[in-house]
């Protein structure tokens, strides 16, 4: 099964951006959609957005549109979300989570990454 | 957007009883096609990632103890742990992927009596 390592946690000014990156291992990349979906402190969770590699297609909820830039980069198996304009709203931990990709994202997440806390404050 | 609503917030249960979370979807998650009901179950401990545990809203996942069963079909959906044991103390999450944008209920936190 493919295994998700995300990169460490982040500490953000307010009105910077910040870019979190999710290496997938043990599995054929192009054969999964790569999702986002973030945590604030004590709260549920949020969907932010996903990319199928395959197929060259991203697709974000109306709430991040503008804001948000999910890539993938084949040659490192590597896929990255990119949050701007932070607010300290924004302050919470960031999974990447995998679909299978043939399901359009109408799939379960699994497995996770370990997740990344970002943080920002001024 | 469907709204996930999980009920209760949270439990306490005496080890070895069982355990039911309920969760309700505003919109029908059984896709006609393909007879499925789009939703999954999820298991947090802290500081952990999610686990999946349920998907197609009754598909037990391969490595889950079999007191965890999932049931529902429509916007009506339940989790039962039938046997609770310690290392069932989490909190767990509803979510479904009947539609974009993904959704999750708010989560019902377990824990012993």
């Known amino acids: 099964q493919v295994q998700l390592v995300q990169s460490g946690a982040e500490v953000k000014k307010p009105g910077s951006s910040v870019k979190v990156s999710c290496k997938a291992s043990?599995?054929?990349?192009?054969?999964?959609?790569f999702n986002w979906v973030r945590q604030a402190p004590g709260q549920g969770f949020e969907w932010m957005g996903g990319?199928?590699?395959?197929?060259?297609?991203?697709n974000y909820p109306q709430k991040f549109r503008g804001r948000i830039t999910i890539s993938a980069d084949e040659a490192t198996t590597t896929a990255y979300m990119e949050l701007q304009s932070l607010t300290s709203a924004d302050t919470a931990v960031y999974y990447c989570a995998t679909q299978d990709y043939y399901s359009g994202w109408r799939s379960y997440f699994d497995p996770w990454g370990q997740g990344t806390l970002v943080t920002v404050s001024s | 957007d469907i709204v996930m609503t999980q009920s209760p917030d949270s439990l306490a249960v005496s080890l070895g009883e069982r355990a039911t979370i309920n969760c309700e979807s505003s919109q029908n998650l059984l896709y006609s096609s393909d007879n499925k009901n789009y939703l999954a179950w999820y298991q947090q401990k802290p500081g952990q990632p999610p686990r999946l545990l349920i998907s197609w809203a009754s598909i037990r996942e391969s490595g889950v103890p079999d007191r965890f069963s999932g049931s529902g079909s429509g916007t009506d959906f339940s989790l039962t742990i039938t046997s609770l044991q310690a290392e069932d103390v989490a909190v767990y999450y509803c979510?479904?992927?009947?539609?974009?944008?993904?959704?999750f209920g708010g989560g019902t936190k377990v824990e012993i009596k």
């Open positions: 990319i199928i590699p395959y197929f060259g297609t991203t």
């Open positions: 979510q479904q992927y009947y539609s974009t944008p993904l959704t």
């Open positions: 043990g599995g054929n990349f192009r054969s999964f959609a």
